[in-house]
């Protein structure tokens, strides 16, 4: 046997590819841009174009060789256009597309969407809705100021029915009228254009500052900081958590944590503007200054206040007797009573308060002799300051030991009598516990008659 080899070498086909034009019956030609491509050193290529139009003559070929050739078509139509290339190894690729040669009548349109309602703060949104004898649109310009910026034009290159454009206009507080032209292509020279006339109703400005923080606690206030600032006449609403549309805050109905309130002002032209605004309602601490306190005289004592949390301020009003006014438990060193009330205040400054009552517990003054005898004048035995003793009793004996008198509170005097007989002139004795850290007293008093 015997063996032969032979090297082979296997070339890349060109990719064949092509840029139809927009054309219509008018235009003069309709010229194809080639755009084939390859990936390899196969270049140049070769062309061969059919541009399936069955009208085609010698002077107006139906063929061509050029790379980006030219051809009049004479009807309008849908033509299958195919281009075939070949490189210079001698591979070839083939694409067609389908060409439409559009009609020369094009009919320009345009509908303004919800023109009644226009305001210039909003887009203005208008729909296309142009048409052509045959074909489709193939190109929309629109200028949306016509009169006062001619040159400023949109092109949309591939419109399509009832797309929508929209526009923004300088946002004025007065009304203003603009004409927006559109104009529709079906080719190159085949084109028309309709110009509309709008109204845009003036729109409010509305200003909206910051808000302060508030206090669950707080009463309800009327917000201030928002208003409409050109003086259009209109109406406005505020919403959010715990606001009236009136624009009452009451921090209760929002709760504790951040509310966002939203002003809204809408035009005799139902124009609108809003803004809003977002703040923190903050709770109240709570404070317990503590039950009543009795102090001796010439005594002290400390209040000793409960506070619902730290890093509280202190201010305790009236500052009189009081060790320190500004501190949680203050030591108080009273000469009469007299009642403190603490105000405690938030790093958020929400407050709280409460008050206090301090009984200064002066000694007892206790009367040596009375004189029941029904003449208004020193009837009962009364013992002075006893009645700032709550709790205290009061025993009063005869010669014998016999307990003819008692009590407990401070509230009841003595009359001289016994079981509701008068007691007979003499000296008695008395045991007088005041309690609340005072000594007992003892003694003796006289009934006179």
């Not at 938030?346 to 308060?353: D, H």
Request: hydrophobic residues 35%; charged residues 15%.
């Amino acid at each position: 046997s015997d063996t032969a080899t032979r090297l082979i070498t296997i070339n890349k086909s060109p990719i064949a590819h092509f840029l139809l034009p927009e054309v219509c019956l008018n235009d003069a030609f309709a010229e194809f841009k080639d755009s084939s491509y390859t990936t390899d050193a196969t270049t140049p290529f070769s062309y061969a174009w059919n541009f399936g139009d069955a009208n085609a003559t010698p002077p107006n070929p139906n063929t061509s060789i050029a790379a980006n050739p030219r051809h009049r078509y004479s009807a309008t139509g849908t033509y299958n256009v195919s281009l075939t290339v070949t490189n210079v190894k001698g591979c070839t690729n083939t694409i067609s597309y389908p060409f439409t040669v559009n009609g020369s009548v094009p009919k320009a349109s345009f509908e303004v969407l919800d023109s009644n309602k226009l305001c210039s703060n909003k887009d203005v949104t208008i729909k296309q809705t142009s048409g052509v004898d045959f074909g489709a649109v193939t190109r929309v310009e629109i200028i949306w100021d016509n009169t006062n910026s001619p040159a400023v034009v949109y092109v949309d290159q591939t419109p399509v029915p009832n797309k929508t454009y929209t526009h923004s206009y300088a946002p004025l507080q007065s009304a203003a009228s603009y004409s927006i032209k559109l104009r529709a292509y079906s080719g190159g020279s085949c084109a028309d254009e309709i110009v509309k006339q709008v109204t845009i109703n003036g729109s409010p400005k509305v200003s909206f500052t910051a808000l302060p923080d508030a206090c669950l606690q707080d009463p309800p206030y009327q917000l201030t900081q928002a208003s409409e600032t050109s003086g259009l006449p209109g109406t406005f609403a505020f919403t959010g958590k715990g606001i009236s549309s009136a624009g009452v805050f009451n921090p209760v109905l929002a709760g504790t944590g951040l509310a966002t309130i939203q002003y809204k002002y809408t035009s005799a032209g139902s124009c609108s503007d809003s803004a809003s605004q977002s703040f923190t309602v903050w709770p109240n601490p709570t404070i317990n200054a503590g039950n009543d306190i009795y102090v001796l005289e010439g005594g002290n004592a400390t209040i000793k206040s409960v506070a619902s949390e730290s890093n509280l301020k202190y201010k305790w009003t009236p500052a009189l007797y009081l060790s320190s006014d500004t501190v949680e438990t203050p030591v108080t060193t009273p000469v009469s009573n007299i009642i403190y009330r603490t105000t405690v205040t938030s790093i958020y400054g929400c407050t709280a308060f409460d008050d206090i009552n301090i009984f200064v517990l002066k000694a007892p003054l206790v009367p040596t002799a009375f004189s029941p005898n029904g003449d208004g004048i020193n009837d009962l035995w009364n013992i002075k300051h006893l009645d700032n003793y709550p709790g205290s009793t009061i025993e009063i004996f005869d010669r014998y030991g016999r307990v003819v008198f008692t009590t407990t509170g401070s509230g009841k005097s003595w009359d001289g009598k016994f079981n509701g007989s008068p007691l007979p002139v003499g000296v008695y004795y008395y045991i007088i516990n005041p309690k609340n850290g005072r000594s007992t007293y003892s003694g003796s008093v006289t009934i006179l008659r």
